[in-house]
Every structure is written in C-alpha cells, then in structure tokens.
C-alpha cells in the first residue's frame, strides 16, 4: 500500500498496535495524531508510546476549548439524548477528531487518514462519514478490520513488538473519555446480566459514600451556554469539569443501558457523564420558562432527531446542520439561572429564574394579585369542545348503561 496516513491515535492498545502494523504489513508511513478533548493523561508519553511503536512523527492537538463550544454547546442546546439516556460522549468528540485529521492529512501531504475502529461498532461510521464529507479525496484506512486480532492476541502483539500499553488481561476494559463523560465497554459487562464492577467508575462515588451533607449548585446561561457556576464566570469547558467533579461527587451521572448501535446490533454500554446530564438537566428546565409553548413541543421533537444524527455519524451533513439553525434561534432568551440540589445519588432543580422569561406570576397565581380574566374561560371552554360535543351528539356512542 505504501501510503502516507494519518492515523487517530489514542494511544490505546488498538491504535498503538495499529502504528506498527499497518507500517509491517502495508508498508505505511503513518504520522501519529493525539487530540486532545479532555480525556486526561499526559500527553508527552503519549506521544512517545506512538514513536515507540514505529510513528514517523506524533502530534499532540489541544481542542478541548473549542470541542465545548462547536460540539458540546450546540448538542446541549439540542438537549441530545440517545434514546432518551445517553449523552453522546463518543459520538460527539469523532467529528472534531476527523476535522483535525483532515487537516493534518493536508499538512504532512497524506492520502489517507486511519482510525482504529472495530467492524461492529459505532465509531467506524462516525470516523469515516465525516472523512467524506469533509475530504472525499482521502482514503480512509481501518486495520482493526483487516487484521485477525482479538484484544488478547492484540496484547500479545503489543508485547512481542515492545509497545507499551496500559490494558491488561486481567483488567480488559475499553475505555474513552472526553468533557462530556466516559464510556466503559468490554470485560464483565460484556453479559448485560452481570452489575456492573465497582472498579470501573471515575467520575462518581457511590452515594453512600458521598458528601455527608446535600448541597446546591447553580448555574447561569446565556442564550442557552451555561456561563456561570455560583455566580463565577469561566470557559465552558472549565465549567462541565468544576460541575461534573460537584455532582458526581454525590454519586449522579452514572448510566447503564442496553442500546441500538447503528450497525444494527444490542450492545450493553456504561457511562458516566455527572456533568453532561446535570447540565442538559437544567438547561432544559430553564427552557421550560424560557420558551413558547408550540416551540417547545417542536423542538422536543426534533431533539430525538438530532441526537440520532450525531450519534449515526452525520454531525457533518445538510440536515444536521439545518436543525442546529433552529435550536439557535430557539435559544435567544433561553438567560437566567438553575439551582440544582444535589444529594445522595440525586441531581434535580430545585429552583429557575429568568429575566425575559414566560412565567407570568400574575397569570399563574390563586392570590389576590391574580390577572387571568376568568370570565373569558367559559367560552374558550365551550368552543375548544365543540368539535367533540358535536361528534357526541350526532355518532358518539350511547352514554353508559343506556340501550341502543
């Protein structure tokens, strides 16, 4: 093959083996690319484990400010839940990968890029989706689809070329991290019967051995970007770490569910996303005071659809970006503030305000500052059920207990 690529590295055990064997069997020059979404770790020694497994070069990108404001931020307008649960921790980080790939294929000359992305799973579509419609020059190359490794075998491969990896057989999982939470796959988990093991959790303690006090935090957004935390401003990306370190502190943010990959296979997934959930959490109540009724019920609607999009890989396509455009323009008085109180294994909102917000207290309230002109009730009412009184009257069946 020959070929110059690019290959996304995470300096994980597939990637790392895939360097040294897509440079052995197909004669690659491959350029190692580490980007940097908030996943952790130090980045220098990853770097070096790629050139210790044959990269030519290594790189290291640091995208985590603007993977928060080009990817999270929009998702979290969206409210994005895959079905109903999952906040898209994966699926959101693949499409700034690619567009770094993208342009570090155009800077080192090559004609390919490269993931390490199984036959079976999601992140095969995302990668190579995007590549498309960002570059459909470039090649897209997956070894781990090409080679007849398991994770076993992989190991032992490792250990005979020398790379130096982090998995072992005794503890097998597969794990990505990134702001938005993480993703824990492989091992016990595997048998969807099997409670997940206590070692695999990170972000959240166990409730019973959280804080012994229950606690409130509130966040401040403007125009749908959360802002502030307790009334401090700071970066976005700065502002889910500090939240999701607050409330995974009372053990909140864990998920364990059994969901549809686009491949058309069930998979048990475990996630733990404190501060993506606490965040859609309040940010779709403050929406609730925020905006108007029908727009509300519409973009409830298109929510579903938009995080089936980004979790099917199609962030970079026409539609996506058309529905990003309405949950924009959804969000321009979507300012105030939600409390949450946190206590243990609990989020919930325990308070919002809004400055421009639809909450009218004389409307809503049965005191003696009440402004709803009840009078005008009597006719609503009638004519709202006409349609229905009159179908009664002529086909609706006979009252109950009456003959024929």
């Known amino acids: 093959m020959g070929a110059r690529v690019v290959l996304a590295y995470s300096g994980g055990l597939d990637t790392s083996v895939a360097v040294r064997w897509m440079g052995e069997e197909w004669g690659c020059e491959v350029i190692a690319l580490a980007v940097d979404v908030g996943q952790g770790g130090d980045f220098e020694t990853i770097r070096k484990r790629a050139l210790a497994a044959g990269a030519i070069e290594a790189e290291v990108i640091d995208a985590r400010a603007r993977y928060a404001s080009d990817f999270i931020v929009p998702a979290l307008r969206a409210n994005a839940l895959y079905e109903g649960r999952y906040p898209l921790v994966s699926a959101l980080s693949r499409p700034i990968i690619v567009e770094e790939l993208v342009a570090a294929a155009r800077r080192h000359g090559a004609t390919a890029v490269g993931h390490g992305c199984t036959g079976k799973g999601n992140d095969q579509v ?240 049965y005191d003696a500052s009440d402004t709803f002109r009840h009078r005008d009730a009597e006719g609503f009412v009638r004519l709202w059920g006409l349609s229905v009184e009159t179908w009664a009257r002529r086909q609706g069946a006979p009252p109950a207990g009456s003959e024929q």
């Open 126 to 365: 995302r990668f190579e989706v995007s590549t498309r419609a960002l570059a459909p020059d470039l090649d897209v190359l997956a070894p781990t689809r090409d080679w007849s490794f398991n994770r076993e075998t992989a190991m032992d491969y490792a250990a005979e070329h020398g790379i130096p990896i982090e998995q072992t057989k005794k503890s097998p999982y597969s794990i990505d991290e990134n702001l938005w939470g993480r993703a824990i796959e492989c091992g016990a988990i595997e048998d969807p019967w099997n409670q997940a093991p206590d070692d695999i959790w990170l972000l959240t303690r166990p409730p019973e051995g959280g804080p012994p006090a229950p606690s409130e935090v509130v966040i401040g957004f403007e125009a749908g970007v959360p802002v502030t935390l307790d009334g401090t401003a700071m970066p976005v990306h700065e502002l889910i770490e500090k939240l999701g370190a607050r409330v995974g502190a009372y053990g909140f943010g864990r998920i364990d569910m059994v969901e549809n990959r686009r491949v058309g296979i069930k998979s048990r997934e475990v996630y733990e996303c404190p501060g993506a959930l606490a965040l859609i959490l309040a940010h779709a109540d403050l929406e609730g005071v925020c905006l108007e009724r029908d727009v509300m019920r519409e973009k409830s609607r298109l929510e579903t659809r938009v995080a089936e999009m980004i979790y099917d890989g199609l962030w970079h396509s026409p539609l996506r970006r058309a529905l990003d455009a309405f949950m924009l323009d959804t969000q321009e008085f979507v300012t105030g503030e939600v409390r949450l109180a946190l206590d243990a294994g609990r989020c919930y909102v325990s308070g919002r305000r809004a400055p421009r917000g639809l909450y009218d207290h004389g409307l809503a309230t």
